[in-house]
């Protein structure tokens, strides 16, 4: 029996040959492991976060029941006031020196709309002195606010600033600000 | 249609690669194997940079520093190894997972394997994003705030899970820990799912071939080197990552998320998978059944299980009254229809008489009986001489090559589906005057072992051999792709004119094989 095969390459070509393989694939490990690099935001800008989750107000107050009306209940379920659990949207708007920025009505989650209302909106801005302005209603009321913010900032290039709300801290709160 | 062109891309690439490695250390026979090493690589490098690494939003980054450039000799190599080793791995699964498609190896039975590989896949990508989180530098950061905006884009967790990377203050020094246990958790579930991965192929190559893996080994030391993997700078939540320098193996899909947004990115991740889910069910159908037993022909010799490439054959407990311990058994929804079982079941020889033709194990859509009627009205049909006589298989080089050669052509689904004695049958019965045999290139067998049993099976290495007495000379082997249908074609006039040498009768020496020589004469003088 006599087997055909094409022909072998001599010794020392075939190992240059495996080098060169091997080199290849580590120039595609090597440069795809950095390469090309992602410029994703330009350097010359800055960035303004607005990121908060809030519980608004419920929908309908709280109702106190009467003393009947508390008697009827089960023992283990007597509580003095019933309430409902849908809570009304937040109304948000942020302004930069006097513009418009974002301005949004922001709805509660959750199934029956009881959950707290989220927001997380990044805005490019340039650097430099600048004027914001953040106010928000969490309440029934058609006008006005119940939260309102202003603040003279200075961003640098490439700064995160975050606008955050807490309201155990009275509202708005701003990120961390060069010299502050 | 886009198959055809991957696997006859896949045909030439490993042809020319064969040329330069050999069969055995050519890296695209071995993809898995190569997935293993790199995988092992990972985690031995895995471990020793877990020694040395802090958990911490700010000791974190200095650790990996340390190792880096203060032990850049040994930390920094093992730091290079894990990146590249972990860049190799995906690249490797990448080239494994289209040829196994252009190969079309994914459907009947084979499901299994594929639809094992997909979450595979999934749980290599997460255990490298997670690993680049570690870092907790400037690309960590990036990863932390767009991986948690994609996952709050779902709406599912109450709290956005990007407001835990909004300020400096918001970090948690027990999310790094909660992170590092997922980084060591994921790979060690891919790991698992390998483990299944394989349940339903015999003998798998998990290790590559000595030359393979130095030649591995000695590329990534020297990448390593050259190009030593760096952190960039300290992660800073006050800053904005602005120029990053990704790592396209692993974070392709975090520009898509911004250029596009999270909402398409869910879409793109969530069809593709569902496609490779369901690739294996879509048409052409698999319509090949799978082995049957006939236990009154079985003496529960288990070559057949041994021989089998899909663990689909068990050997178990005689359930007849035959004197033998054991029987086959096939699983039918294991069964792949190779007929490689065929192939070594003793009792399937042509030489029984015609009602006896019945071996213990066979392919009911062609049955050895079959294969001996075709053997005699093939052979029957060739009108030139030397008569030439080519069992080929499916997925070797094409028959159609051969139409006009004047040869007869048997093929069948594997090479070794061929039992030895058929090839003893045609010659030593006068119904051919040689015998070539054909079957996928060295390394490549559609069913993973073919080729090699059948060499083993004639050189007497693997019951059941080819008897002594069968004239070597007048056998031939070639083990060639679809697209070398030509290397067929020359391969038969080369053998025709060695048979013809074989029959003028010389001085001195009857059935010897003539030298090269001898060859060259031959030849001219069939051109007169
Ligand atoms: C790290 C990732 C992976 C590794 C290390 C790996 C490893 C292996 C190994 C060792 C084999 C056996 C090869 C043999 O001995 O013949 C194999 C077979 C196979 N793999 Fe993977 N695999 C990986 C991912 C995948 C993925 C993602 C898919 C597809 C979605 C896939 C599809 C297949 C198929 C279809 C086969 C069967 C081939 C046959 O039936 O002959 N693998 N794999
Ligand atoms: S045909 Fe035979 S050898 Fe091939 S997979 Fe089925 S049982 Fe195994
Ligand atoms: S090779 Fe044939 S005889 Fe031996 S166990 Fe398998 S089926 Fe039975």
Known sequence: MSKLSSKPLPKPLAYLGQAVVYGAVAVLLGYFSTSPAYERFPADKAQLVLSFTHIGERTTPCRKLTREEIAELAANMRRSEVCERERVPLYVELSLDGEDLYSASLAPTGLSRDGAAQVHERFTLAPGQHHLRLAMRDSARETGFDYESELAIELRPGQNFVVDFRPEFGGFRFGRQEGS | ?528
């Not at chain 2, 029957?380 to 094409?398: M, N, Q, S, T």
């Open chain 2, 1 to 528: 249609m886009i198959r055809g062109i991957l696997a006859n891309g896949f045909l030439w690439l490993e042809a020319r690669l064969d040329t330069l490695f050999g069969a055995r250390w050519n890296p695209l026979y071995q993809l898995g194997a190569l997935g293993f090493f790199y995988y092992w690589i990972v985690a031995v490098s895995g471990i020793y940079l877990y020694i040395f690494f802090d958990t911490g939003t700010t000791v974190a980054y200095e650790s990996v520093e340390y190792l880096t450039h203060e032990q850049w000799y040994l930390g920094g190599v093992q730091r290079s190894f894990h990146r590249y080793a972990s860049d190799g791995l995906v690249l490797m699964m990448a080239v494994h997972v289209v040829r196994e498609y252009a190969y079309g190896r994914l459907k009947g039975p084979r499901w299994f394997t594929w639809v094992t590989g997909v979450p595979i896949a999934g749980l290599v990508i997460a255990s490298g994003i997670t690993g680049y989180w570690l870092v907790w530098d400037q690309l960590a950061q990036y990863i932390a705030i767009v991986t948690a905006e994609w996952f709050d884009w779902l709406g599912i967790f109450g709290d956005p899970i990007v407001r835990n990377f909004l300020t400096p203050e918001s970090l948690d020094d027990r999310f790094f820990t909660l992170l590092i246990f997922i980084h060591i958790a994921v790979p060690l579930l891919a790991l698992l799912a390998l483990w299944i991965h394989l349940q339903r192929i015999t003998r798998p190559a998990i290790n590559p071939n000595r030359g393979l893996a130095v030649g591995t080994f000695v590329m990534l030391v020297a990448l390593s080197l050259i190009k030593p993997a760096v952190s960039h700078a300290p992660a800073d939540l006050v800053a904005v990552p602005t120029h990053l320098q990704l790592d396209w193996y692993y974070l392709a899909a975090y520009p898509l998320m911004e250029i596009l947004s999270y909402g398409a990115v869910w879409a793109i991740v969530l069809t593709v998978t569902l496609v490779l889910l369901v690739l294996p069910w879509l048409p052409p159908r698999w319509k090949p059944r799978p082995a049957v037993v006939h236990l009154e022909s079985c003496n529960g010799c288990g070559r057949c299980a041994d021989d089998c490439p899909y663990e689909a054959i068990l050997m178990r407990p005689r359930s007849d009254e035959l004197p033998f311990e054991q029987e086959a058994r096939v699983n039918p929804s294991l069964c792949i229809s190779c007929g490689i079982c065929a192939g070594a079941c003793p009792p399937a020889t042509p030489f029984r008489r015609k009602s006896d033709l019945v071996p213990g194990i066979e392919l009911p859509d062609l049955t050895v009986a079959t294969l001996r009627d075709q053997l005699e009205a093939a052979c029957a049909g060739i009108e030139l001489k030397p008569r030439i006589l080519v069992f080929g298989c499916d997925h070797g080089a094409p028959r159609q090559a051969l139409e006009g050669s004047g040869a007869a052509v048997i093929n069948q689904p594997c090479i070794a589906a061929l039992p030895p004695s058929f090839i003893d049958y045609a010659l030593s019965r006068n119904l051919a005057d040689g015998v070539l045999i054909t079957g996928c290139r060295e390394g490549t067998c559609e069913f993973r072992f073919g080729n090699e049993w059948t060499t083993q099976r004639i050189e007497g290495q693997r019951d059941p051999y080819l008897r002594k007495r069968v004239p070597r000379e007048r056998i031939r082997t070639l083990w060639a792709s679809a697209r070398e249908g030509a290397r067929l074609c020359e391969e038969i006039r080369a053998f025709r004119d060695d048979l013809q040498a074989l029959e003028r009768p010389e001085p001195g020496g009857g059935g010897r094989v003539p030298d090269s020589e001898e060859r060259k004469a031959a030849k001219a003088e069939s051109h007169v």
